[in-house]
């Protein structure tokens, strides 16, 4: 075997075995890089809530983890600290959404979402957050919106009692 035969030999070995396994390897770094990516999210979108419940902790007053206490005697600025309050949740919610949420997920992206619509259902349990959003989501993503009113509207109808949110922020 001359030396062209054995480089002609060898390019074709590249091209059948080589080839096809660096497109392999590369497909597989890129899922990787991807779940990579959506643990990162995820992980950051969970410290956010994580610090979204302190400041329910240092609004204590305003009795938003406790599921039996009415709210409706609360002071003006105590219903605009609130109201503040739930602005903020709002927009952690549109940020989840807008990041992790996908009209086709993969099982892993589904299990990320599910946490989220999770702690969506639990805070729209409370008639004083589903009374707010009207006013809450003006100027947020339009998907997002017809997502969150369907999820108020499912909640509203099933007349659940309101979950413990502060049991959201365990998982």
Do not use: C
Request: overall charge negative.
């Amino acid at each position: 075997m001359d030396t062209l035969q054995t480089w002609e030999l060898l390019s074709y070995l590249v091209t059948v075995i080589g080839l096809p396994l660096a497109i392999a390897v590369f497909v597989f770094e890129q899922r990787r890089e991807r779940q990579n990516d959506q643990e990162e999210i995820f992980q950051r979108l969970s410290d956010e809530y994580r610090e979204f419940l302190k400041l329910v902790l240092e609004n204590s007053d305003l009795h938003l983890l406790q599921r039996e206490v009415s709210t409706r005697e609360l002071s003006p600025e105590q219903k605009e600290r609130r109201f503040v309050i739930f602005g903020i949740l709002v927009s952690l919610f549109e940020r989840a959404y807008l990041l992790v949420y996908e009209e086709r997920m993969d099982k892993q992206t589904a299990r990320l979402w599910q946490s989220w619509e999770d702690y969506m259902r639990e805070w729209l349990r409370r008639a004083e957050f589903r009374e707010a959003l009207p006013q809450l989501l003006p100027g947020e993503d339009p998907d997002f919106m017809a997502h969150i009113q369907r999820l108020a509207e499912a909640e509203r109808a099933a007349g659940r009692p309101p979950a413990d949110p502060a049991a959201a922020g365990r998982n």
